[in-house]
């Protein structure tokens, strides 16, 4: 067994792409011959970390075939870059410089792989506004992009969801600011095991993720940069891409949730009745928007699912002994 093979994943790497240092995780399939990619476009907050296990056990079921790539969005955490100096980003991205950047670090993975003898499957997975950025993917890159899977997808009027009316005021400048500063006054008052307790308490992080918003995330620019992408969602994201979902509809596979305050159920039945090509499921089984915090097991036997058409195998010992696989509700094949 060779050296690499010894290493623990996910490879941790600061990628330079367009200019900019991405955090960047990576998940390399064992044989070195991937008959898919997969972009991981994050949520907001778009911390790559809060998806570390949720990749890795997608990863596992498709070890010898799927590369998994995550890269979190710019300014949303600190980090190292590859001499261990510390990345503490000052400038505010909105949503459209994120939506900008994302495209390039596609086309930069794209173009890694096309010197391959067989070219992979691109693959984008969207979780929330990630499947809005994955749209514009889709609508500039068509030609490029095999498949995207849309989870919880934020793709219209967020501003008039549930949860868009109840934190409103909180992305609004002037607030932004104040929150951030909060933040640094917190963290300087206060030591870092208090922090950390006190972000136990939510109930709403598991300990890791909990650990990574303490010391990745608790910083005023990283927590202004995430208000201001939240703002532009709510002022950006209107009107369902109606012309986009008739045009290329048929590369979508998504999943909704049945109670989700950010994806009411009105977005579900409007993408059903416009999307007539893809694959629309709607969750039978309880798991929330912010599924990374609390259901990761649960939503990726639902994704190696979709996966296993795109890849053309199946782990079904593993899954066997592992966990039970759910039946997704399809709204339509």
């Not at 596979?253 to 579900?268: I, K, L, R």
């Amino acid at each position: 067994m060779s050296f690499a093979r010894k290493i623990a994943l996910p490879q941790r790497t600061c990628w330079a792409v367009a200019g900019e240092l991405r955090e960047t995780l990576f998940w390399p399939c064992k044989s070195g011959k991937a008959r898919a990619v997969m972009l991981l476009v994050p949520g907001n907050p778009g911390l790559i970390d809060f998806y570390i296990d949720f990749c890795a056990a997608l990863h596992k079921l498709f070890s010898d075939s799927l590369d998994i790539i995550g890269v979190s969005h710019l300014g949303h955490s600190r980090f190292s870059d590859n001499h261990g100096l510390a990345i503490k980003r000052s400038t505010v991205s909105g949503l459209s410089e994120q939506v900008a950047s994302m495209v390039a670090v596609f086309d930069q993975i794209d173009a890694e792989y096309a010197s391959a003898a067989q070219r992979p499957k691109m693959l984008l997975c969207g979780h929330s506004v990630g499947c809005y950025i994955s749209e514009k993917i889709l609508e500039c890159r068509s030609d490029r992009v095999d498949r995207v899977f849309s989870l919880f997808p934020a793709v219209e009027d967020i501003a008039n969801t549930p949860r868009g009316r109840q934190l409103h005021l909180l992305f609004r400048p002037g607030v932004r600011q104040l929150a951030a500063g909060l933040v640094d006054m917190l963290t300087w008052m206060l030591p870092s095991a208090a922090i950390l307790g006190l972000a136990s308490m939510t109930n709403s992080l598991s300990g890791s993720n909990a650990r990574t918003v303490v010391e990745k995330m608790l910083y005023g620019p990283c927590i202004t940069s995430v208000l201001k992408m939240a703002a532009d969602e709510m002022d950006e994201i209107g009107g369902l891409n109606e012309e986009l979902y008739r045009r290329l509809g048929h590369k979508f596979v998504m999943y909704y949730g049945d109670q989700d305050g950010w994806v009411p159920p009105t977005h579900y039945q409007h993408m059903v009745e416009t999307n007539t090509k893809g694959k629309i499921y709607l969750c039978q089984h309880g798991i929330p928007h912010s599924f990374v915090t609390t259901h990761s097991a649960e939503m990726v036997l639902i994704v190696a699912d979709m996966l296993k058409e795109e890849l053309g195998c199946w782990a079904p010992a593993l899954v066997a002994e592992e966990l039970p696989m759910p039946s997704p509700s399809t709204a339509k094949q």
